[in-house]
T-cell receptor
């Protein structure tokens, strides 16, 4: 089973709709992240969380909100979707001590959610 | 604006050759540098990290860091067709808030 899962994997929605993307992890990591990836723009950080009570904005948080429901769950919401939010969205976790992988600070990415806003 | 810049490619190399991927960064406080590999339609996967000036080798991969020149590179020896992917460079001041480059697409020709 995958350590970081995202649902849905694909979503088509209309302008103005509210949508939630969900992320779950079984790695036991405290740190979780949401990124979006656009052709030519790379991966950009939307929000990150170091524990259940800690939420921080990334470089492109406008139009997005997040909820950390538990250590293992981190959800991203688009309150009123717009076409320029069409992108590939990735959730990631990290282990700053490197105890779960070969390298410290590794970010482990989920499979991604392809979101299209019409 | 803090940036990490990479040539988008594609960089084409023959099978068995050395592939050299380059990255520059603008934020001098960056202390941590990473190379991720991303296959088409898949999620990024970390292949190398480097924190100190010099070279760091891991199997067929060597990362090189020059903080004075704000330059990071990744060498892939004995390139294989399975190495064909997009390679993302990332830099950050610590263990979070990476800035990712847009990636270099590598094509290894059999």
């Amino acid at each position: 089973d995958a350590d970081v899962t995202q649902t849905p994997r694909n979503r088509i929605t209309k302008t103005g709709k509210r949508i939630m993307l969900e992320c779950s992890q079984t790695k036991g990591h405290d740190r979780m992240y949401w990124y979006r990836q656009d052709p030519g723009l790379g991966l950009r950080l939307i929000y990150y969380s170091f524990d259940v009570k800690d939420i921080n904005k990334g470089e492109i948080s406008d139009g997005y909100s997040v909820s950390r429901q538990a250590q293992a769950k981190f959800s991203l919401s688009l309150e009123s979707a717009i076409p320029n939010q069409t992108a590939l969205y990735f959730c990631a976790t990290s282990d700053p001590d490197g105890t779960s992988g070969r390298f410290a600070d590794t970010q482990y990415f989920g499979p991604g959610t392809r979101l299209t806003v019409l | 604006q803090k940036e990490v810049e990479q040539n988008s490619g594609p960089l084409s190399v023959p099978e068995g050759a050395i592939a050299s991927l380059n990255c520059t960064y603008s934020d001098r406080v960056s202390q941590s540098f990473f190379w991720y590999r991303q296959y088409s339609g898949k999620s990024p996967e970390l292949i190398m990290s480097i924190y100190s000036n010099g070279d760091k080798e891991d199997g067929r991969f060597t990362a090189q860091l020059n903080k004075a020149s704000q330059y990071v590179s990744l060498l892939i020896r004995d390139s294989q067709p399975s190495d064909s992917a997009t390679y993302l460079c990332a830099a950050g001041p610590g263990t979070y808030k990476y800035i990712f480059g847009t990636g270099t697409r590598l094509k290894v020709l059999a």
